[in-house]
């Protein structure tokens, strides 16, 4: 390796290498960054990423991680156990810290797209931090995997049962699915999970106008609920043995841990911007999009549910203790209320289509994750080896080696399980959150030191710094109370209990760790390294505004093309 430029010096946080063959003393930084965009940076062969994905992957990415169970099935319990209002509130403003964290992380990928939450946190705040918030998420991903590899198993037992086919069986074939898409590269991991997801969004529109229908009385039964059920039972439902509003606060605060699983993946495109084109577009994009999605699949989606279904139920009462399945869903039970025929098994379907996209997404996350983790030097670096389609090959093995958990499905309390790996991901992805945030604050601090404001920066998230000071807050606040419930019956639930917090002390022991034995230290904004590959995204980004001009004349002369109506139209949606 030959002296470079202070800003294409090779870092911690970043997979980039350049050798003397580039840099010979005379190129400009710009000529460096463009050699490095286009794959010709000398790095050592097998390390390096492919930046193959578009702006409309990386945005279908983002939404489609986090359209999953967690929202068809896990609002199911969270209506039953808070009632209509109870869910709204808190979908919506967990809504709202998602939104925020994503803003915050989608600045700094757009200024330099790094390899993962740890890069990020080493580079801007502190080592010990990347260590932790990096083994935390894969830590998370290492357990999400197979549990929705066991959820896949559950969907399939709807139309046939455990003791015609094992639930092994399912497993295997998924398993099998998912590392073949992740093995093959990310173009074509991109391009599936772009259709995957596409169709994703096209169920959750024909849900929101499917409940629309309903509530108004256009079902075969013709029962126009409008808002009976925020009267009768009630907007809110008061927690067991407890009354009155007191009962009712504390069943609102319960549902958190629930709708916190629900949005977790939202954060995806922070890992895929590294493998992005043009992320200073692509990522700023799939933010922006990400409120609007919130709003209609999250927000417009609960608040039709509570009108179409009560919280006191028989049949949500009944989908509550079942598997995780069309027949564990709160939108069949108001299929079936509305008297609508066939459609719970098309729903069923909806729900495998979920729940294998979000199989493959989170593959893919656990094997980047451990790749980022290699490659800042805090993983073997076995891990950091890539094959010709950019791969991390030995980081994919490894999580696959996870995925066996799943098989714990053959047995028959393995609904009890996924319920104890929804707690756990659930604590680890708001630790995850609460990283970024702090990570941000003082990538933010930085910035404001060393350039003296925000201008020269392509992204900025809004309401900055102060509203990461705040979602940081109401972040830790959930995060102690999520499974506060445990304490309130007679017999102290252990197992929820443990597996609700016990992200919690296995982040700080990374943390002090770490700390103690490297003895790192909190990086001071003058001395955060803003520099490194700069250029290279600079020069990047400069190639994206030609491309663009040349892609909009293009268009202009294209009128009602395919690219035309998906520039148009179909890009907010898709």
Known sequence: MSVLPNDLEKKPGTALYIDESIHDGQTSVESVGKAVIHGEDGKVEGTRLKKELEARHVSMIAIGGSLGTGLLIGTGGSLASAGPVSILISYSFIGLLVYTVMSCLGEMAAFIPLDG???????????????AVGYSYLFKYFI???????????????????????????????????????????????????????????????????????????????????????????????YPGIPGSKGKFVSFASVFALALFAYTGTELCGIVAAEARNPRKSVPRAIKLTLYRIVVFYVITIFLLGMCVAYNDPLLLKAKKMSTSA?????????????????????????????????????????????????????PKIFAKTNRWGVPYNALMLSVLFCLLAYMNVASSSGQVFTYFVNVVSIFGLLSWISILITYIRFDKAVRVQFGDKSSLSYTAAMQPWSAYVCLFFCIL??????????????????????????????????????????????????????????????????????????????????????????RFLGWIF
């Open 478 to 567: 959930v995060g102690l109370i999520k499974n506060y419930t445990v304490f309130l019956g007679h017999k102290f639930d252990y197992k929820t209990f443990i597996s609700g917090y016990i992200g919690i002390p296995v982040f700080f022991i990374c943390y002090v760790g770490y700390k103690l034995i490297m003895r790192t230290k909190l990086i001071a904004p003058e001395d955060v390294d803003l520099y490194t590959f700069k250029a290279a995204i600079d020069a990047e980004e400069e190639e994206g505004k030609i491309y663009d001009a040349e892609h909009e004349e293009k268009l202009k002369n294209e009128k009602w093309s395919l690219d035309w109506i998906y520039d």
């Open 327 to 379: 027949a564990a869903s709160p939108f069949v039970v108001a299929i079936i209320n509305a008297k609508i025929p066939v459609l719970p098994h098309i729903f069923n379907a909806c729900v495998l289509v979920f729940v294998f996209s979000a199989c493959n997404s989170d593959l893919y996350v656990a094997s980047r994750t451990l790749y980022g983790l290699a490659i800042d030097n805090k993983a």
């Open 117 to 131: 939450f740890t890069s990020y946190a080493s580079r801007y705040c502190d080592p010990a931090l990347g260590f």
């Open 144 to 238: 999400v995997t197979p549990n929705q590899l066991t959820a896949g198993a559950m969907v399939m037992q709807y139309w046939v049962s455990r003791d015609k086919v094992n639930p092994g069986v399912w497993i295997t074939i998924f398993l099998v699915l998912i590392v073949l898409i992740n093995t093959v590269g990310v173009r074509f991991f991109g391009e599936f999970e772009f259709w995957l997801s596409s169709v994703k969004v096209l169920v959750m529109l024909g849900l929101i106008i499917l409940l629309f229908v309903i509530m108004l009385g256009g079902g075969p039964s013709h029962d126009r609920t409008g808002f009976r059920y925020w009267k009768d039972p009630g907007a809110f439902k008061p």
